[in-house]
């Protein structure tokens, strides 16, 4: 089911610094707040996808192949650190009858999120993998709860920005709903590609359908890992924030060198972690996986989804926290 709008009592905007948990005035954020990491406890534990220019594939290796396929896996730290409450969008309606200030309110939660990886491989073998602790990702970004003055049903944004040259806009509604949350399937494969492996364009995916990175993951169906982990976890409740940036007010804008030269390659990007989450000593269960395509969108895929649940207490530790984009699922705690 939707879930209901905030009606703020106080309409006298202030910023709070490391907001906590299950503030209602934060609506369906409100289970975000904190430092999300996944080590010490789940070293590891995420898994990253993504297709790359790449014109110098090795002798043997047939064109047209110009991109490499690069698979990480990682460590993150997801820190949601400042709440900003009753932001004014200003707004004046003129239609006789109508009332004449039709001020929306919003309240906002901040986030940084950065990501090191601890293994990285690529084929064809291009040398640009990096090292073990290298950083992957960095983002600042701000997600958005509208509290009243909703269009379209829109009650939740997220704005995020990346040091690649890229921003975005995405637009939504959040849910709620009993037990476990849905996990789509995901084809890694590029979209209007030949699905067939046998395709010599698909010849990096077939090396690592037939070789998984690190033993574990294949990045033609990466939400294997995600079904698996959930295997044995009562989930008690699901809370989705399900973002698009194809409305017509949002959107995805680059540099110009990422929009003209990254975006020549029909490639894709997929994120995904299969492991618990800890904040504050407590220990839950969570879980992600993320699409991109193509890599003319330059990192992001219209359709973003982040989901968050709550869960029943784990007799162990576990630990993690979720990459970006398209679909994003935290598992939180209740």
Known sequence: ???????????????????????????????????WANVPNLQGRGWN???????????????????????????????????????????????????????QFLVTLDYQQSIKQIAADDFPKSGLAGPAGAAIHHEPGLWLHMTNGITDSLNIARLASIPHGDSVLALGQSSEHVGSPSIPDINGLPIGADQDLKNPYL????????????????????????????????????????VDSTHPTGGVVNIPFVYCEAGQCDGHEVHLLDSGVEREGQAWKAETASAIFPASHAGFLPACRWIASRLLPRPHSMASCQHQYLREGLLMPK
């Open 49 to 103: 996808m993504i297709a790359l220019p790449f014109v110098a594939p090795p002798q043997g290796v047939p064109f047209p192949l110009n991109y490499r396929l690069l698979v990480n896996q990682y460590n993150e730290e997801l820190e949601f650190t400042l709440v900003d409450k009753a932001v004014p969008n200003r707004g004046a309606r003129l239609a006789p009858g109508t009332p004449a200030n039709t001020d």
């Open 1 to 35: 089911m939707k879930t209901k709008p905030v009606e703020l009592q106080n309409k006298t905007r202030r910023i709070e610094k490391d907001p906590e948990p299950n503030d209602p005035e934060l609506g369906p954020l409100k289970l975000l707040p904190g430092k």
């Open 203 to 242: 010849a990096p995916y077939k090396h690592f359908n037939d070789n998984l990175f690190q033993g574990l993951f294949n990045p033609i169906s990466p939400n294997d890992l995600l079904e698996e982990a959930n295997k044995g976890i009562e989930i008690e409740r699901t809370t989705v924030l399900d």
